[in-house]
């Protein structure tokens, strides 16, 4: 590692970053289905993904995708009986036969970690990055235009993405950053990066995967004003570098992406919360998912009559 920070003020690019993806939850709890010694929670969850498109001054959404998600335990969870669950199966059919804007998903007992409800949330959240890697394919970019996802690069798939970088507003805080061989925290490193400069280009020392393996990253620290704790107004930057390798002109280009990144901290979007960390365009495409959302009540009511319907509703298979 030949730099422990760099600045990247200044730098001069030309305009990659053209598209920005993001993807956002919301979920409300209906109460529990309870069927002899056995009960799940029932939660109805609307799904949004949301791609802006950056041209000059100006930004504007161009792609979203909705789903209103119900996830259920699958019978070999031991959560739920096989009547219930066939009687889901059949709802579940009749959804995808009509094209319904409304999805059945099933957790497997290998999906279980923890109590039921997380479980079913982490369902909810990885149906989410599939969309997102959906959208992401769809994106309709031509040759040297990128595009910028909200949050890490966390999956396979997402390596598959040709001019992809990950750009995270909040991250780990756990890792030890080796700089010449000798070892320090992240908040301690990140202590002395200033604002317009990025840390030293560092990937997993033994990854466990393959995306771990192709997978480079860097922190940036964008924002320093008012004055903030150690890793206030940072991002974390994932990007694609086959087995880790770095050369000079991957050098060259993270520089450049680094300071065009480092360029649209401005306009200013205090006071949001996280808003130093935040990049315009991803605050752009999360207020256009959010005025499509539907109400509270109206999500709940959704909800409820799933939970209606499960009570209600024979299986074709009894």
Do not use: C
Not at 9 to 37: M, Q
Not at 170 to 180: A, D, E, L, T
Not at 245 to 260: A, M, P
């Amino acid at each position: 590692m030949s730099q422990a920070k760099k600045s990247i003020a200044g730098i001069s690019h030309e305009e990659r970053l053209k598209f920005f993806l993001d993807g956002s939850i919301r979920t409300k709890y209906v109460g529990e289905y309870i069927e002899s010694n056995m009960s799940f929670p029932v939660i109805v969850s609307e799904i949004a993904v949301a791609v802006v498109q950056k041209a000059e001054r100006s930004l504007m959404p161009i792609q979203l995708e909705k789903k209103i998600i119900f996830v259920f335990p699958h019978k070999d969870s031991g959560l739920i009986s096989d009547s219930t669950y066939d009687r889901l199966q059949d709802m579940q059919s009749g959804l995808q036969s009509s094209n319904s804007f409304s999805q059945i998903r099933f957790l497997s007992r290998t999906e279980v970690k923890g109590d039921a409800r997380t479980s079913l949330l982490g369902k909810v959240r990885s149906i989410m990055h599939e969309m997102e890697h959906e959208v992401a394919q769809k994106s309709p970019r031509l040759s040297g235009q990128w595009l910028v996802m909200d949050g890490a690069i966390r999956k396979q798939e997402f390596i598959g993405l040709e001019n992809t970088i990950g750009l995270a507003k909040s991250f780990s805080r756990k890792p030890f950053i080796s700089i010449n061989g000798s070892p320090m925290t992240l908040s301690a490193y990140m202590r002395n990066i200033k604002e317009g400069e990025r840390s030293a280009v560092l990937r997993k020392e033994s990854p466990t995967d393959q995306v771990s393996k192709d997978i480079i990253f860097w922190y940036e620290r964008i924002r320093t004003f008012p004055p903030m704790e150690p890793l206030g107004g940072i991002v974390k930057i994932d990007m694609k570098a086959p087995d880790g390798n770095v050369k000079q002109e991957t050098v060259e280009l993270i520089d450049e992406i680094s300071s065009e990144i480092y360029d649209m901290r401005l306009p200013s979007i205090y006071p949001w919360p996280r808003w130093p960390s935040y990049v315009y365009p991803i605050r752009i495409a999360e207020m256009y998912m959010s005025s499509t959302f539907l109400g509270e009540f109206v999500l709940r009511q959704i909800g409820e009559e799933m939970k209606n319907e499960i009570e209600t509703t024979p299986s074709k298979k009894a």
